[in-house]
């Protein structure tokens, strides 16, 4: 089960999500910004991971973000 929570007050909106099952206090947030100086906008990803699993993590997030360059044709 996961827990979330959803916050946004523009120029900035984020969701964090916590696994109830997890005993630490690890999360999964996505951030969206409007930056004022370059007039764009960023997504910021912040994802927790065992210090053995680094590498996966890198791979699956490099995967994702290459599906929505495609997808948004960026």
């Given at each position: 089960?996961?827990?979330?929570?959803?916050?946004?007050?523009?120029?900035?909106?984020?969701?964090?999500?916590?696994?109830?099952?997890?005993?630490?206090?690890?999360?999964?947030?996505?951030?969206?910004?409007?930056?004022?100086?370059?007039?764009?906008?960023?997504?910021?990803?912040?994802?927790?991971?065992?210090?053995?699993?680094?590498?996966?993590?890198?791979?699956?997030?490099?995967?994702n973000i290459e599906r929505l360059h495609r997808i948004t044709?960026?």
């Amino acid at each position: 089960l996961v827990t979330g929570v959803q916050t946004c007050a523009l120029p900035i909106c984020h969701i964090r999500l916590h696994w109830d099952s997890s005993d630490s206090d690890a999360y999964w947030e996505i951030r969206m910004f409007h930056s004022e100086i370059a007039g764009n906008y960023h997504l910021a990803v912040t994802d927790f991971t065992e210090d053995d699993e680094p590498e996966d993590l890198v791979r699956i997030w490099d995967q994702n973000i290459e599906r929505l360059h495609r997808i948004t044709g960026v």
